[in-house]
């Protein structure tokens, strides 16, 4: 008899150690998980990698941590990251869908020198870039040097994002298009209408509107 309750009883033992390990494993795993939700919650759902980039080609990828999208020479362990071929792109799907939603942030001159300017930033109630007064420390990333790189990152997405089929690509024109090229970065010539973003009618439009690096052709 006791030798039968000493069994049981050790039977009952080894369930109740195996049910506190399964418990200890599921509640790393759901840890693990929200974790990883908290750490991506500041990532837009856009920012995505795009496409397969060879070892030494330089990409932009986006760093979470500073949240920018800086040049990187890609390496085949490098396939973890979020990489554009384009430093347009990288923009338009990691840092605008946050940054540009931002409202206006003077900031303030609490920072060793800091010294008022003129700045611009975007309202998106208005949907254009203005003009403000940054103090000169603090404030939030809504924040620009200059009109054009303002209207690049926040007004630029069109260039690879049409909302509707516009007439003119109906028409089967015979004629030059410009438009932004994802694969490359840059604004290309095309004799078919591009149907997967803006269409332009001269190079220096494409450029104006979405390239953010301008060049002395593009003034």
């Known amino acids: 008899m006791a030798l039968g309750q000493t069994l049981e009883a050790r ?4 369930y109740f150690l195996r049910l506190h390990k399964f418990v200890v494993f599921v509640c790393y795993i759901v840890v693990a998980q929200l974790a990883s939700t908290s750490a991506d919650a500041t990532v837009p759902s856009e920012c995505k990698p795009a496409g397969f980039p060879r070892s030494g080609e330089k990409w932009y990828c986006y760093d979470k941590t500073a949240k920018e ?6 390496k085949s362990q490098d396939s973890g990251k979020i990489c554009f071929p384009g ?41 254009s870039c203005e003009l403000f007064l940054y103090k000169g420390c603090n404030g939030n ?36 298009f410009f438009y932004y090229n994802t694969v490359s970065g840059t604004c290309m010539k095309h004799g078919i209408c591009n ?6 009618k001269t190079l220096k ?15």
């Open 205 to 219: 439009d494409c450029k104006r509107r979405c390239i953010l690096k301008r060049d002395a052709t593009s003034n």
């Open 195 to 200: 149907r997967d973003g803006s269409n332009y």
């Open 69 to 74: 999208c800086q040049q990187v020479e890609m």
């Open 11 to 14: 039977s009952k033992c080894k």
């Open 87 to 127: 430093l347009e792109m990288c923009i338009w799907r990691c840092i605008t869908p946050k940054v540009c939603s931002l409202k206006k942030h003077n900031g303030d001159q609490s920072c060793l020198g800091a010294k008022p300017q003129l700045m611009y930033y975007f309202d998106e109630h208005k949907q």
């Open 141 to 176: 990333k809504n924040n620009f040097q200059t009109l054009h790189e303002c209207e690049v990152t926040c007004k630029g997405l069109p260039c690879v994002t049409l909302t509707y089929d516009p007439d003119y690509c109906v028409e089967r024109l015979t004629m030059d």
